[in-house]
């Protein structure tokens, strides 16, 4: 039976199984935890910044350079796994180049639900707005980045009414990098992750960044690996054509020799393309004092 897009069940859930896409799962995590350990030995760290009164409602910032700009990095992990200290492998590489980078903790589901989840993000990003300026970084310079479902939540976080829900700049991020996202919540409601989100259809369509108008000005990264499955790239695709017919400036890349995890590894090494055009990007108009 057809459950999503021609596909039946099994198809389904193999083409959102993104473990399967690897031979070794626990060293593709080996290495997150890994160069994240570096960046945290090597470099400056502020610990546990608060965002809200939730224990899990902390972030960790790497001060660059005075009036650095700041990435904002979101997990992913289906917002079930992971977390600050598996997610700071970019900091050091970013860091040497004059970007602060601010990585946040939330609460995993199922303790929490996908509205929740959104919520802390929005509120984590405008507690680092608020605290950056303390800390010499400089908060109208402000971009996120994601990876799967930390790329969802980093695009929900593009929709946010800044000036309505936090009386902030409605412009306050400048630019989003998007990695290997989830941007349809529909086919996660039919298949396994929704065993621990519990999306029903509204909450699915409510928290898809697909189809959703973005703020003026924001410039945007989508980005890839060759080995994921079809319905990871066409999700990364579609979100990318449409932020196009929106008038978004966007880049979409494809990156070849790349799997679903270690795509996003590309911002801790200046020799990818990933990496380079962050920085480049970021670092493109400094503030004119």
Known sequence: MQIYRGMDQETLEREYNARATVDDFDAEMKRYRDLSTQSYVNCAVIRDLAYGDHPDERFDLFPAESGAPVLVFIHGGYWRFLGRQDSAFMAQTMVENGIAVAVVEYTLAPAATLDQIVDQIRRAIAGIYRQAGAH????????????????????????????????????????????????????????????????????????????????????????????????????????????????????????AGRNHFDVVVDLA?????????????????????
């Open 136 to 255: 010499g970084v400089d908060p109208d310079r402000l971009w996120v980045c994601g990876s799967s479902a930390g790329a969802q939540l980093g695009a929900m976080a593009l929709l946010t009414d800044w000036p309505g829900q936090f009386t902030l700049p409605a412009n306050l991020i400048k630019g989003a990098v998007l990695v290997s996202g989830l941007f349809d919540l529909e086919p996660v409601r039919l298949c396994l992750p929704n065993t621990w989100l519990n999306l029903d259809s509204d909450a699915a369509k409510r928290n898809s960044p697909l189809g959703k108008m973005l703020h003026e000005g924001v410039q945007i990264i989508v980005s890839w690996g060759e080995y994921e499955t079809n319905e990871f790239k066409r999700q990364s695709i579609t979100f990318a054509r449409s932020l196009e017919a929106q008038g978004v400036t966007v880049s979409a890349t494809e990156t």
């Open 269 to 289: 090494d200046q020799d990818r393309s990933l990496c380079r055009e962050t920085i480049a990007q970021m670092t493109a108009s400094r503030r004119i004092a």
